[in-house]
């Protein structure tokens, strides 16, 4: 099985910045998107960034211009930077990957991390 390792999730203050972090090593499948989603209580889990095989990035509109998602290739790894945080960014942060091989698709989760953003 797959091991996702997942940090950078803490307590922060309104303005602050924070770097998440997924890395999903010793699979021989290659890996195409890797994706961030957060979900709070109540709701459903969101898509808040993803990054294709070719570098192409989408956010979600409630992030856009603060949150930059990259990609390491070598590591097998996404970062996902948030800036300016909000209290509304405040969620559990989940990475997912996904990859392929012999014509068969896999996504991985990864545990979440939790963020939150508050005076």
């Known amino acids: 099985q797959v091991r996702i390792e997942e940090t950078g999730g803490n307590l922060v203050q309104p303005g602050a910045s924070l770097r998440l972090s997924c890395k999903t090593p010793?699979?021989?499948?290659?890996?195409?998107?890797m994706d961030w989603y957060r979900q709070v209580p109540g709701s459903q889990r969101e898509l808040v960034a993803a990054?294709?095989?070719?570098?192409?990035?989408t956010y979600a509109v409630a992030v856009k211009g603060r949150f930059t998602i990259t990609r390491d290739n070598a590591k097998e790894a996404t970062y996902l930077q948030m800036n300016s945080l909000k209290p509304e960014d405040t969620a559990i942060y989940y990475c997912?990957?996904?990859?392929?091989?012999?014509?068969?698709?896999?996504?991985?989760w990864g545990q979440g991390t939790q963020v939150t953003v508050r005076s």
């Open positions: 997912k990957v996904r990859r392929t091989a012999f014509g068969t698709t896999r996504d991985y």
């Open positions: 010793g699979n021989t499948w290659r890996v195409t998107t």
């Open positions: 990054i294709a095989d070719d570098g192409s990035a």
